[in-house]
């Protein structure tokens, strides 16, 4: 962003740079259709389970995490799958510059989640992953996630009073969704989604993680 500034003295107008340093990128996009009668009937019936270990009410997730390869569910989620892993391919060439001729992302694991009313998904991110997508099933009014700063909250430099909010200093972003929208990040990124205060709507989302099949070696071979 460029910009011309002149001194309160009145002197020369001088331009001035701002460049953003190293910024996260998330890609949002839509499905771009509704969901069929047999996707919508498959995800609706996959066998849920509540995190006993979890504090407060962080809802539930599915059964099993490979939703996209499980015998009971592949064959009607066929059609998303292609979706996702066609958009990590466009993410992984545009945005992230990857020769895709030499290495690829594969989909690890495939999870549903659910929030019931009163329900949330704290402050966490995904390990072992390097690339993360959902796809919103169901949502709620004005639904949204929320995005942590992670380099705010291991910075141990001042704090100073403000009397607005950048986006270099933003500690959170929202990233309003609705249904059919779909998302991939960088799986390190913090995110949670707050409280469904509705009284009786459930908000399903489905997610996945990623792994490279293979890493070229970065060194030439010893002689």
């Known amino acids: 962003m460029n910009e011309e500034i002149e001194d309160k003295d009145g002197a020369q107008k001088t331009s001035e740079e701002l460049l953003s340093l190293f910024s996260v990128p998330l890609a949002k996009t839509t499905i771009g259709r509704s969901f069929t009668e047999k996707e919508i009937d498959c995800i609706v019936n996959i066998p849920m389970i509540y995190n006993k270990e979890a504090q407060g009410a962080q809802g539930s997730q599915s059964e099993y995490f490979d939703i996209f390869d499980n015998a009971k569910t592949k064959k009607e989620l066929k059609d998303i799958k292609t979706f996702c892993e066609r958009k990590l391919k466009r993410y992984m060439e545009e945005i992230e510059g990857v020769n895709t001729n030499s290495v690829t992302l594969q989909i690890t694991e495939s999870w549903l989640t659910k929030l019931k009313p009163q329900e949330c998904h704290t402050l966490h991110n995904h390990h072992n992953s390097h690339l993360s997508g959902i796809l919103y099933i169901r949502c709620l009014p004005n639904d949204s996630i929320q995005f942590a700063n992670r380099n705010l909250m291991f910075d141990q430099s001042l704090e100073l009073p403000k009397k607005k909010t950048t986006q270099f200093t933003a500690k959170e972003v ?17 995110h949670q989604v707050r409280m469904n205060e509705t009284k009786n709507k459930e908000r399903i989302s489905l997610s996945f993680d990623t792994w490279p099949k293979h890493l070229p070696s970065l060194y030439p071979p010893f002689k």
Not at 174 to 190: A, L, R, Y
């Open 174 to 190: 929202i990233v309003n969704i609705k249904e059919g929208d779909f998302i991939i990040f960088p799986s390190w990124v913090p």
